[in-house]
């Protein structure tokens, strides 16, 4: 009898807490649904390390700490992030890092904000600015915000708007171009 009465408790403390959970869980998505016009992501991610390939060839390596994928929008939005981005050959072309960005279209695509870093694996030039768009299908680099490279050599080039190469090597400087040059030591 105290076996039966014990299995039949132990049923009813299931079957309670099991109602209790799923009620919470029913609870919270009718709260969010009702409270916010916010959309729901369909993916949190965390500690990933993402690759993008075009064509059988690697273009980016993306590692960030979290994030949200949104399906309807196609949209992947990351925090914490650090890029690898690639030459045609495979070589590494420069590295990055930014304190948020957004994927789109599988990732060709990456908007970059915040803290924006870019070094130059080939010259060592260090492109710094708040915002930047990294286009894989023409690899370049095009921002319409402030930017500073710093070279090697000591050259700095400050001005608003830019596009580059995927190196750093070819810039242009949209509006209010402005630099100081080191003097060559020969």
């Keep these: 009898m105290f076996n039966k009465l014990k299995s039949v408790g132990i049923i009813l403390l299931i079957s309670v807490s099991l109602s209790g959970c799923l009620s919470k869980g029913k609870e919270s998505r ?3 649904d009702s409270d916010s016009s916010e959309p729901v992501p369909d993916y949190i991610l ?3 390390t993402h690759y993008y390939y075009e064509n059988g060839i690697k273009k980016s390596t993306i590692m960030f700490e979290s994030g949200e994928y949104y399906s309807e929008r196609e949209e992947l939005y990351i925090e914490n992030c650090n890029y690898i ?5 495979g070589t590494i072309s420069s590295r990055g890092s930014s304190d948020r960005a957004k994927i789109f279209n599988n990732g060709s695509l990456i ?3 915040d803290n924006v870093v870019v070094i130059s694996e080939t010259n060592n030039a260090v492109l710094e600015t708040e915002y930047l768009e990294w286009h894989g299908d023409e690899e370049q680099f095009i921002t319409d915000r402030f930017v500073t490279i710093t070279r090697t050599n000591g050259d700095i080039i400050t001005g608003y708007g830019m596009l580059a190469d995927l ?3 070819f810039v242009t400087i949209n509006k209010d171009a402005k630099g100081s040059f080191a003097e060559d030591q020969d």
């Design 30 to 32: 009718i709260n969010q």
């Design 85 to 89: 981005y690639y030459n045609k050959d």
């Design 46 to 48: 965390q500690d990933v």
């Design 167 to 169: 190196s750093i090597r």
């Design 111 to 113: 908007i970059s904000e």
